[in-house]
T-cell receptor, first 114, second 113 residues
Framework: AQSVTQPDIHITVSEGASLELRCNYS??????LFWYVQSPGQGLQLLLK??????LVQGIKGFEAEFKRSQSSFNLRKPSVHWSDAAEYFC????????????FGKGTRLSVIA | EPEVTQTPSHQVTQMGQEVILRCVPI?????FYWYRQILGQKVEFLVS????????KSEIFDDQFSVERPDGSNFTLKIRSTKLEDSAMYFC???????????FGEGSRLTVL
């Protein structure tokens, strides 16, 4: 069965510092991979997705993620964090076809300090 | 920009009461979903719905839960007799294509006392 592991429950970074949030997945077929962000009291907003092709994908708000099949990873990065990036970040995996639902990781909470 | 809307944003209910959570998916979307997130835990799949029937459901989605699309625009989740452990944020989502981007609503927080 598919699963997603986000090993870091909570990360704190200084504003302007770089960020990397880790995500490892287990999936038998070709995965579709997603990163969502959830601000307090808000819904889930898609940051970026990987379906195929270039393994480095660009998303909104200056985020990017790199798919590494050999490591079953899809880590999210941002070169310079802004205070407004403080939120909960969820990695998710889905099938490459069909209506298979997304499976989410437990999330990583990002705090940004001045 | 089109969005998925959910009502109510927060509902408090007594254990054993029925609750209906409402969602208006994006108008040209064909696939609809309910997810839930218990406080501090991950987002979990409940059910998917296509062509006026359930296409997949998780083990969480037991006989106490039901979904319907009564009028071609709303997509509802009903919990027949709520339990304390049903307290969670419930997210509705929709997409136009299989494998396409899933758009989420802002969620309905259910508190069962």
């Amino acid at each position: 069965a598919q699963s997603v592991t986000q090993p870091d429950i909570h990360i704190t970074v200084s504003e302007g510092a770089s960020l990397e949030l880790r995500c490892n997945y287990s999936y038998g077929a070709t995965p579709y991979l997603f990163w969502y962000v959830q601000s307090p009291g808000q819904g889930l907003q898609l940051l970026l997705k990987y379906f195929s092709g270039d393994t480095l994908v660009q998303g909104i708000k200056g985020f990017e993620a790199e798919f590494k099949r050999s490591q079953s990873s899809f880590n999210l990065r941002k070169p310079s964090v802004h205070w407004s990036d403080a939120a909960e970040y969820f990695c998710a995996v889905g099938a490459d076809s069909g209506n298979t639902p997304l499976v989410f990781g437990k999330g990583t909470r990002l705090s940004v300090i001045a | 920009e089109p969005e998925v809307t959910q009502t109510p944003s927060h509902q408090v209910t007594q254990m054993g009461q029925e609750v209906i959570l409402r969602c208006v998916p994006i108008s040209n979307h064909l696939y609809f979903y309910w997810y839930r997130q218990i406080l501090g835990q991950k987002v979990e799949f409940l059910v998917s719905f296509y062509n006026n029937e359930i296409s997949e459901k998780s083990e969480i989605f037991d006989d106490q839960f039901s979904v319907e699309r009564p009028d071609g625009s709303n997509f509802t989740l009903k919990i027949r007799s709520t339990k304390l452990e049903d307290s969670a944020m419930y997210f509705c989502a929709s997409r136009v294509l299989l494998g396409g981007e899933l758009f989420f609503g802002e969620g309905s927080r259910l508190t069962v006392l």
